[in-house]
């Protein structure tokens, strides 16, 4: 059943189901996230035609109770989109008036399924991007924990992966909380973009009925309009790159961590380990912890950062429009959503159950980490710092440093100033943007 069937038959049909296999492919699957909103979106768009005289008191009145009965059911898991049926927006619609009739009907008066998928995809980008967000609070409270809990225990730090300065477990843990904010304030960019109402635009240039925008906009708890009807169905795809950008620039940071857990579960830096439960194992040697989990979330997270690129490819040779190319972005982006939650939730999960080691520095490959240290010395002694510089170099060189272990950094941000709650702020100044 399609919303725009013209009752072909015979010869015709049989050619009109190949070319629905290959225009449909698994969009159905897809489709059936949509659900929600779109019933959401049939209950605004109705009460509107209902309001501007297109729907009778008495037709809206069974067409709310039908779809409610209808979200209902979505939320049990019992909605499907039946085989023959093209679309969700066509099996809402079919559902509505398999009920109720004529009314069910008219719902589509004032509307396309241009300006009906575009609200759709909104109002699932905008909820899916609020668990995000919410994702990636847990990760931070988690890192800010690890952060404080362990802000003692010194690590190597490393420039060029050549060992370089002291380093903790607190500036560590504490390093990717705060990235994670950054990284919110993108998921905000995209949440603003999604947060505009394209419903009214129909096809693309509007409607000769009376609609009222502004009513759909508030029931739907849009923030705005995009106002012109042109551009409305210019952000198809544009909204979806944009979120896809926000998500690949935390994918990144869940990547970078992922390869720092590698490295230092390595036999060779032993810094961090996991219960044998978490980590797996070889099929022929015995000793192996495998970081399965990491390699898996940086190769996950890698693939996210591609989305953009793919979405640019997908929609920068098109002219404005509606066109069905537009379809296939739900096969990018939709995939990418599920999988950095999965990422974000695993990591989540990983790190409640880590172990740190204490006196990493001891070892005696870390002496020259101080080096540094020393210098800094010399200069609060009176030497000037170049001076300090050629004296610790050639006392390295000579074989005659002797390290003292003792880190004194105080400045915001530093070993000894971890700036916790600054960073638990400036977090939390951006999460609430969205929730």
């Known amino acids: 059943m399609k919303l725009w069937d013209k009752n072909i038959d015979g010869k015709e049909a049989e050619h009109a189901k190949i070319i629905e296999k290959f225009t449909v492919g698994n969009d159905r699957d897809f489709d059936l996230l949509l659900a929600e909103y779109d019933i959401k979106g049939n209950l605004a768009h109705a009460e509107m035609l209902s309001r501007v005289g297109l729907l009778e008191e008495s037709e809206w009145k069974l067409v709310e109770k039908e779809l409610l009965i209808m979200l209902e059911e ?20 079919f559902n509505l008036t398999q009920k109720i009739g004529d009314a069910g009907k008219k719902i589509h008066s004032a509307r396309s399924r241009n300006d009906q998928v575009l609200v759709d995809i909104k109002l699932y980008l905008k909820e899916e991007i609020k668990e995000i967000a919410k994702l990636s609070e847990q990760l931070f409270g988690t890192l800010q924990s690890l952060s404080e809990a362990h802000k003692d225990k010194l690590i190597p730090g490393y420039t060029h992966l050549q060992i370089a300065m002291p380093s903790s477990f607190g500036l560590w843990f504490g390093a990717y909380a705060e990235a994670l904010t950054d990284d919110l304030e993108l998921l905000v960019a995209a949440y603003n973009v999604c947060n505009k109402n394209p419903l009214g635009s129909a096809a693309g240039y509007g409607s000769s009925f009376p609609i009222d925008r502004e009513f759909t906009t508030e029931k739907l708890d849009f923030e705005t309009l995009n106002y012109n009807v042109v551009y409305a169905q210019m952000t198809r795809g544009k909204t979806e790159k944009i979120l896809a950008m926000a998500m690949a620039n935390l994918a990144g940071t869940l990547s970078k961590f992922s390869y720092d857990a590698c490295l230092y579960m390595n036999q060779n830096f032993g810094f961090i380990s996991f219960p044998d439960s978490l980590t797996t194992g070889s099929s022929i040697m015995p000793h192996k912890k495998n970081p399965d989990v990491f390699e898996l979330v940086r190769a996950k997270s890698n693939r996210i950062q591609s989305l953009p690129n793919e979405l640019t490819l997908m929609i920068n040779n098109l002219p404005s ?55 800094n010395r010399e200069v609060l002694n009176g030497l000037p710092f170049r001076e300090a510089y050629k004296k610790i170099g050639l006392e390295i060189e000579n074989n005659q440093f002797q390290a003292s272990t003792s880190v004194n950094h105080t400045h915001k941000g530093s070993i000894g100033n971890l700036s916790s709650e600054e960073i638990r702020e400036n977090f939390y100044k951006v999460f609430n943007k969205i929730n």
């Open 74 to 93: 979505v939320k049990k898991g019992n909605f499907t989109i039946e085989d023959g049926v093209e679309d969700v927006h066509s099996q809402v619609e």
């Open 321 to 375: 429009g509606y066109h069905r190319d537009w379809q296939l972005t739900k096969e990018i982006i939709f995939p990418g959503i599920e999988t950095l939650k999965d990422c974000l939730q695993i990591l989540d999960f990983m790190l409640q159950h880590i172990a740190v080691k204490d006196g990493i520095l001891k070892d005696e490959k870390y002496k020259y980490l101080f080096s540094v240290e020393a210098v």
